[in-house]
């Protein structure tokens, strides 16, 4: 290194770092071309802009997600396979201060969990949920799950999903969408600088909401699996443009993140009639 | 006395004992004979600032617990029988992670959906297996409403003390029954704070990582190691509640014959073996008020050169306490039983028949 670059370094100004919600005495685990672990940093990095690391709550679900309960800084538990949302239901009803999302995969929360899914929602639950759909079981080793494609094979549907069998993909978002008390619902991925950036801005957005006291958030963010879809990274992200992004079209289903909370637009309701 | 005693339903009872032990989460799901639990709950929380969820199913409410319980808030939840297995799966994880939180079971008819009615089919999983992972719990098993309403007061109590649920096992006798009871003082506002606070460092409350540990409540991992540690914390926190133990004893000094039974059997029970002992039969009587554990030192203590034989009385069928007594009793005299199943509940005069036919040498059927 000669005096000419020394000096230029100095010069340097820091604008990206790590961010300080992972262990610096740690990895992640996920295999390579995982979503993850870019998911999880984004939503570290949306806690710190936000200042509220100190009154966070991570609530994991069952499944890959969870490689992550080691290595985040902040307050996390561990709840029962689809049972996330049952858990932040009381996490956040005995503390109102805190941040309190939940992590799920798309077995954990679109098939054990859709009572308590569908529930939370309906009952309009202030937290958020981050739900990542890869359309496969990937802990337990490539099963067949609610979000699988048709045609798409799994250890449990070799032949690939037959309609006429299993039926067709769900889809979370619009599911939710049939009812009123959500606020926002979007559905993301995390593929290109762009989708990252998109994706970053949906979790902003929902935690924000959820700290105004609006009610229940879902940011929907589909990734691949290349280990359990049986493809290179680069493959996997070719399918998932070609067939995840045509079953599961990316955009906003639901946004009333611009209007008053619920309770809030009720008093003003109540103000009108006097 | 100068205590105010009130005239309540058991159910009620229950549930304004745990808002009086600093009580403020519940969430529940219907399922007679206990649904005037969540009903109390419903009405009495928004009172004292706590929060009532009516849950979607058992799996959802006893995971709300779950969740609340994890802020150190004081949680509970309740069912009957088949609704209690569903909640075994929140229970063995609360176990597993030690979180406080109290349960109750309002116990009915079994096995499957079994009858509504009042039952004792539920012993051996209340005191063994009430989840998967090989669990242990404290089980208390109220034999009147003034005893639900101390022993759920003082259940949150050891609850926060071991950091692990503990289980109210009734019946639909009790949960339905309305008693004259004095019910404890409520805490303060104050004290419930202190007593949540007293968890904040273990508690998901919120840590600052730049200055402190993160809660991490962890119900299972990835370490073996971890795990396997856990497992041995667990064992000797389950060998120290031989301290814990709590029984009704009567006339063991010199009896020939000695009836056993809990909760509502016991009660009946009792009333055959006073009816016996006031014209002069030798009859002893142990009542286990902690299943779990149970009282093995007190059957332990019998003098069997004299006790003839041992009369459990369940209502249950097969009977289940009876695994208990075998295992203090190690075939040192013989055990009658005194049994009833699927809502069926027993007189004392059947007890009390079957406690002349062991005092003659004869046996119960």
């Known amino acids: ?274 | 006395m100068s205590e105010k005693r009130v005239f309540m339903k058991g159910c009620e009872a229950i549930a304004e004992a745990a808002v009086r032990s600093g009580c403020r989460f519940f969430a529940g799901y219907p399922i007679t004979p206990q649904n005037e639990i969540p009903e109390y709950f419903a009405r009495r929380l928004p009172e004292v600032g706590g929060h009532f969820v009516q849950g979607e199913s058992e799996l959802a409410s006893v995971n709300m617990v779950y969740g609340a319980a994890s802020t150190g808030t004081r949680a509970m939840t309740s069912s009957s029988s088949c609704g209690i297995s569903l909640k075994s799966e929140g229970v063995s994880f609360c176990a597993s992670a030690r979180i406080p939180m109290v349960y109750c079971n309002i116990s009915r008819g079994g096995p499957g959906i079994g009858s509504i009615q009042p039952s004792q089919q539920d012993y051996a999983q209340a005191t063994r297996a009430s989840g998967n992972g090989g669990f242990r719990m404290m089980v208390f098993a109220p034999g009147d409403v003034q005893e639900a309403v101390d022993m759920t007061y003082a259940a949150f109590d050891y609850a926060q003390r071991d950091r692990n649920p503990v289980l109210i096992l009734g019946d639909g006798v009790l949960g339905t029954i309305m008693e004259p009871v004095v019910l404890p003082p409520m805490r303060s506002e104050e004290e419930v704070r202190r007593l949540k606070d007293e968890l904040r460092d273990w508690a998901l409350v919120g840590h600052d990582p730049k200055k402190e540990e993160r809660a991490f409540i962890l119900p299972g991992g990835w370490s073996t190691k971890r795990q396997e540690q856990t497992c041995i914390n667990n064992a000797a926190l389950y060998d120290s509640w031989v301290k814990d133990v709590q029984v009704e004893t009567i006339g063991l000094e010199d009896a020939e014959v000695v009836v056993t039974g809990y909760g509502i059997s016991g009660r009946i029970a009792r009333s055959a073996v006073n009816k016996l002992r006031a014209e002069g039969a030798r009859v002893g009587y142990i009542r286990p008020k902690t299943v779990s554990p149970f009282p093995y030192e007190t059957f332990e203590k019998l003098d069997y050169s004299r006790v003839k034989a041992i009369l459990d009385v369940e209502m249950s069928i097969p009977a289940l306490m009876k695994l208990d007594v075998e295992l203090a009793v190690k075939d040192r005299t013989r055990i009658e039983t005194c049994l009833h199943a699927g809502g069926e509940i027993m007189s004392s005069r059947e007890v009390e028949a079957a406690i002349r036919a062991l005092l003659q040498g004869g046996r119960t059927e």
């Open chain 1, 1 to 274: 290194m000669n005096g000419t670059d020394m000096r230029n370094e100095k010069e340097l100004k820091k604008v990206y770092s790590r961010t300080s919600t992972f262990r610096k005495d740690m990895v992640a685990g996920f295999c390579p071309g995982c979503m993850h672990g870019t998911v999880f940093k984004l939503i570290g990095e949306v806690l710190e802009e936000l200042g509220v690391v100190d009154r966070t709550a991570c609530v994991f679900g069952v499944g890959c997600c969870g490689l992550a309960m080691e290595y985040i800084t902040y307050d996390n538990t561990t709840s029962p396979h689809g049972r996330a949302c049952a858990v932040a239901t009381g996490i956040k009803r005995t503390n109102e201060n805190m941040l309190v999302y939940t992590y799920q995969g798309d077995g954990d929360l679109a098939a054990i969990g859709l009572a308590e899914t569908m529930s939370a929602a309906n009952r309009g639950e202030n937290f958020t949920v981050i739900f990542v759909n890869n359309g496969i079981y990937g802990m337990t080793g490539g099963q067949m799950a609610p979000t699988t494609l048709v045609g798409m094979k799994a250890s449990t549907a070799p032949g690939g999903r037959d309609p006429k069998e299993h039926g067709y993909p769900m889809h979370m978002c619009e599911i939710l969408n049939q009812l009123t008390a959500p606020y926002y619902l979007e559905r993301c991925s995390c593929n290109t600088p762009q989708n990252v950036i998109k994706t970053r801005n949906a979790i902003r957005k929902a935690f924000q909401n959820q700290l105004d006291g609006k009610g229940f958030s879902m940011v929907e963010i589909v990734t691949t699996c290349p280990t359990n879809w049986g493809m290179s990274e680069l493959d996997a992200l070719e399918f998932l443009e070609d067939k995840m992004f045509a079953e599961f079209p990316l955009g906003v289903v639901r946004d009333r993140s611009a209007e008053k909370p619920d309770d809030q637009a009720e008093k003003s309701d109540d103000r009108e009639v006097e």
